[in-house]
């Protein structure tokens, strides 16, 4: 069996060899975390502040000019195998790798992984290994110098390297380009044959195909069996040196599918291959189809997601990385987070390719969980070249992450990049290109080859958006997946009704963290949105003045920083619901929506549901509700108002709906009611008209429409908030202590629209289990806070509603 020596378990220290740093820095050993990066390891140290506070993110640019040295010294003893490697998972990214005084190699890509042959080097008793890196931005500024420049975004040219393009900074991130072993690190010590790699891809008819790739040594004389177990069956297979490879299939009869959340179990199946005496994989795989259909039809060219041939609304959320310095992440808190998807009802994460290939932890997680994963190959917002080295650095890339990743249950797409082909076509690219490749052959040729080579059960998409025809513009809304930011950048949140897209995967709005985690990092005094240490967390171009120009006639302007902040969080989460009701009404059109975000990688303002320090934000339960299996919604459409029924449940959807008209006055006078029988089909979509009594108000400013069908509700108002007459005193409050925290009971006697409570704001570890509840006279609500003890009384700003904007 194969012998490893665990370097992460060794004693390492990090060296700040040249650069602008601090001059007592220079030449001075600081312990190092493997796996780990430079600036958590000089966090740990003492040695800098925390990145993410107050104006410290500039203040550490040097860090990314600047040459490190890790090293370690390890004991080895001969152990009588033939060859000896060291196997480093992932070095972050331009590095020079010597042992014992002796180079073994140079490395520039952060998304592969790297074995070096050290036979002969090693010595008995200590060695000496040491990994040299260049400055992350100081690397792509030289090899821009020297082979020329590629269109990108954002500040540095992220694209002449290939590393985690958002460790440079973006438009909801830090700019902390950073540097580090960061992923495990060891020799392996081995004799004959061992496992190269391992490629279980199982089918929804119970048929397993494994590929076992093989390395020998040059020695090898003896055959080898290879032996797959899954389900109750046994394979083998006789190999002979110098074999690269073997397939084998088993068969598992009576096999239980794997399903997405919704649509059924996840079961999964251990896999264990078995090499002789030599070496042992082990793994886990779900027996299931994945399909894409884009056969274009008599609207245009759909994208529907299909699992053992059901297709699947897709319900989903944009993922980056979980945090800005990823080596801080774990299988917990990968857990934690994609549970949050979960829990707001998503069955789909796209992620995204400025972010890495993510940890085993993610995609295990979502085979778990029954969330489908959306995978990125890693180009974003840039066009890229295709001369050498970097064509070499992406094949090896690619090749390594489809191996690694096909066996997952979850994998439902592979992405060619994100905007590229749009930012070819729209972004003013082809002037400085001048005929240059930028990244299609990637796209449309290396890309695919690779996905039908090593994965052929997964589909491939050239890019998103993307139309699936070269001849169409590849943002069309007839066509294949769609981005939609000119919501956001240019037009209030209303416009996403006049678009009809077929897919949405790109989509979102801007609003601030939690209170207690934007003022953990920002100490402006006062605070203001265009405060210096404010304006560090806000990423976007500016963000501010958007989130300032979309309230739009939606909410007025705040009077203070406690309203600009509820304000700002209350017409994010309305716009995105307000996108996402409408994309549903019109299924089976659009087959799905892909919010951009779920999470942040820092505290900031952005489009995350979930901010930096894990706290739900009021777009997160504005999400439960609009992802809800059932969902109803009042909509305009040419001949007055409908009520829109999505049923994304296997069960028909046969119940009564009751529409009433109500006064937003105290008392919540019934103006008008009507009632009609629902009937909406398994995984179906029905739009029923609403007759004149109920949809025409006579006082449009003090009117609303309620409609309530089983647990499923919905609101419809005549006037935007700004004119809504919405009563100053229209609830009461209840604050009772329970074992676990307090509960907060809030009774209407008028309306009381999108009631939110922030316990945070008295405990930063406190949390709520609802928010943007609507109340209509004489309804309560109880919000469940859990952490934190019970406070003597509750108000503004700690519990929000619209009432109290426009009063």
Not at 243 to 270: C, F, K
Not at 285 to 311: E, L, M, Q, W, Y
Not at 615 to 622: C, G, Q, T
Not at 743 to 771: E, H, I, N, W
Request: with cysteine; net charge negative; hydrophobic share 40%.
């Amino acid at each position: 069996m194969i012998k490893t020596v665990d370097l992460t378990s060794a004693a390492w220290t990090v060296t700040a060899i040249e650069g602008p740093g601090p001059a007592e820095l220079l030449g001075r050993a600081v312990p190092a975390t493997v796996p780990g990066e430079v600036h958590t390891d000089l966090l740990a140290a003492g040695e800098i502040p925390d990145p993410f506070d107050g104006a410290n993110e500039s203040d550490l640019h040097w860090i990314g000019r600047t040459r490190w040295s890790y090293r370690t010294t390890f004991g080895w003893t001969a152990d009588g195998n033939d060859r000896q490697e060291l196997v480093a998972e992932g070095l972050d990214t331009v590095a020079t790798v010597t042992l014992n005084g002796h180079e073994l190699g140079r490395t520039a890509n952060q998304h592969r992984s790297y074995r070096f042959d050290v036979t002969g080097a090693l010595v008995a008793g200590d060695n000496e290994l040491v990994v040299e890196f260049v400055g992350p931005v100081t690397a792509v500024e030289a090899a821009r110098a020297k082979v020329g420049s590629w269109p990108h975004t954002n500040l540095h040219p992220y694209n002449e390297l290939r590393k985690m393009a958002s460790n440079f900074g973006w438009d909801w991130g830090p700019d902390v380009a950073t540097v580090g072993i960061w992923r495990p690190i060891r020799i392996e010590s081995w004799s004959g044959v061992r496992i190269a790699s391992v490629r279980p891809l199982a089918s929804a008819d119970g048929v397993l195909k494994t590929h076992v790739a093989l390395a020998w040594t040059d020695t090898a004389a003896e055959h080898a069996t290879v032996t797959v177990e899954v389900g109750g069956t046994t394979e083998s297979a006789t190999v002979k040196p110098g074999w690269d490879s073997v397939v084998l299939t088993n068969t598992v009869n009576a096999v239980d599918l794997w399903w997405p959340r919704g649509h059924g179990e996840q079961p999964l199946y251990d896999v264990t291959v078995t090499l002789a005496d030599h070496d042992e994989w082990t793994g886990r795989v779900g027996f299931r189809d994945i399909t894409v259909n884009v056969a274009p039809d008599s609207h245009g060219t759909p994208f529907v997601i299909s699992v053992n041939g059901k297709p699947i609304y897709v319900r989903g959320a944009n993922w980056i990385p979980d945090d800005a310095f990823v080596t801080r992440l774990n299988a917990e808190t990968y857990r934690t987070s994609i549970q949050d998807a979960v829990d707001a009802g998503m069955n789909l994460l796209r992620v995204w390719g400025g972010g890495i290939y993510e940890s085993e932890h993610f995609y295990d997680s979502c085979d778990e969980l029954g969330i489908l994963v959306w995978q990125d190959f890693l180009f974003a917002c840039a066009a890229y070249s295709e001369d050498e080295p970097l064509w070499s650095e992406v094949e090896a890339e690619a090749r390594e992450a489809v191996t690694r990743l096909s066996r997952h249950a979850s994998l439902a797409v592979w992405n060619g990049n994100n905007e590229n082909i749009w930012g070819y076509v729209e972004w003013g690219w082809r002037e400085p290109l001048a005929g240059r490749p930028w990244g299609a052959g990637y796209y449309l040729d290396l890309l695919p080859r690779i996905v039908a080579e090593l994965d052929p059960r997964t589909p491939y998409s050239a890019g998103s958006p993307y139309s699936f025809d070269r001849f169409i513009h590849p943002n069309d809304e007839r066509h294949g997946t769609m981005h939609i930011w000119d919501v956001w950048n240019q037009v209030d949140y209303t416009t996403y009704r006049k678009y009809q897209p077929r897919f949405v995967s790109e989509f979102g709005f801007q609003g601030p963290p939690a209170w207690s985690t934007l003022t953990s990092v920002v100490h402006d005094a006062p605070l203001d949105p265009y405060g210096p240490e404010m304006l560090v967390h806000q990423k976007a171009f500016e963000g501010n003045l958007k989130l300032e120009r979309g309230l739009g006639e939606h909410l007025p302007k705040w009077k203070d920083i406690d309203d600009w902040h509820w304000t700002t969080q209350l017409n994010q989460a309305r716009a995105v619901a307000y996108g996402i009701e409408h994309f549903r009404s019109l299924s089976p059109l659009n087959t799905g929506a892909v919010v951009w975000q779920l999470n942040d990688n820092w505290p900031v303002v952005s489009w995350a549901a979930v901010d930096g320090h894990g706290i739900r934000k009021p777009l997160w339960f504005a999400l439960k509700r609009v992802y809800a299996d059932r969902l109803l919604t009042v909509q305009p459409r040419d001949n007055g108002l409908v009520v829109a029924a999505h049923n994304e449940t296997d069960e028909p959807w046969s119940t009564e709906v009751t529409v009433t008209r109500r006064s937003t006055a105290r008392g919540g006078e019934v103006l008008a009611r009507e009632r009609f029988a629902l009937e909406v089909g398994a995984r179906a979509a029905t739009l029923n008209d609403l007759p004149e009594s109920v949809a025409v108000a006579a006082d449009a400013a003090g009117e609303y429409l309620e409609v309530r069908a089983g647990d499923a509700s919905a609101y419809w108002y005549f006037v935007e908030d700004t004119k809504l007459k919405l009563a100053g005193d229209a609830y009461t409050i209840e604050v009772t202590p329970t074992d676990d925290g307090y509960d907060v009971t809030v009774t209407a006697t008028a309306l009381a629209k999108d009631l939110a409570l922030f316990p945070d704001r008295l405990d930063a570890a406190a949390r709520v289990d609802s928010g943007l509840v609507t109340l209509s006279a004489d309804e309560s609500h109880t919000f469940h806070v859990t952490g934190g003890k019970a406070p003597e009384w509750i108000g503004v700003p700690v519990l929000r509603s619209a009432n109290d904007l426009v009063n």
